[in-house]
């Protein structure tokens, strides 16, 4: 499941809304929480961030590795797709991750409901991004 999670974060930087929501589907069905779901979501989020800003500042994919916690392979991948997302994007996934988390714990709106309004937010986002209509690009 840990592949189809990572698939799910890059169908959100490829702003790829029918690919994010079946993986989703995909993942709910075989049983996947909700609340686990979005976990990922904001470390890889947060990997996301750190892989632009360390990028930026001319980090090499050796350097980052450690830093971001992943295998050396994995940097590139993570630097593209966060090369996709413009900061407001990021900051924007952000505030929707911080809301689906506080939802998913202390709301009587089913987690399936939540977890897919994330998704499908974090993809308009991405959209945005896409189009250059995110500020602070």
Not at 46 to 69: F, H, I, K, N, T
Request: charged share 30%; aromatic share 4%; hydrophobic share 45%.
């Amino acid at each position: 499941r840990e592949r189809e999670l990572w698939e799910l974060t890059d169908a959100l930087g490829e702003a790829n809304r029918a690919k994010a929501l079946r993986i989703l589907g995909a993942l709910l069905r075989e049983g996947e929480p909700a609340l686990r779901i979005q976990g990922t979501l904001i470390r890889q989020w947060r990997q996301l961030w750190r892989a632009r800003e360390m990028a930026a500042a001319g980090a090499s994919p050796g350097e980052m590795a450690p830093a971001l916690g992943v295998p050396p392979f994995v940097v590139d991948r993570l630097v593209a797709s966060a090369r996709r997302l413009s900061p407001a994007a990021l900051r924007r996934g952000y505030e929707r991750l911080y809301q689906a988390d506080r939802a998913l714990k202390g709301s009587r709106v089913d987690e399936h409901i939540l977890v897919t309004r994330l998704v499908s937010g974090l993809v308009d986002d991405a959209a945005a991004s896409d189009r250059g209509l995110s500020r602070g690009r």
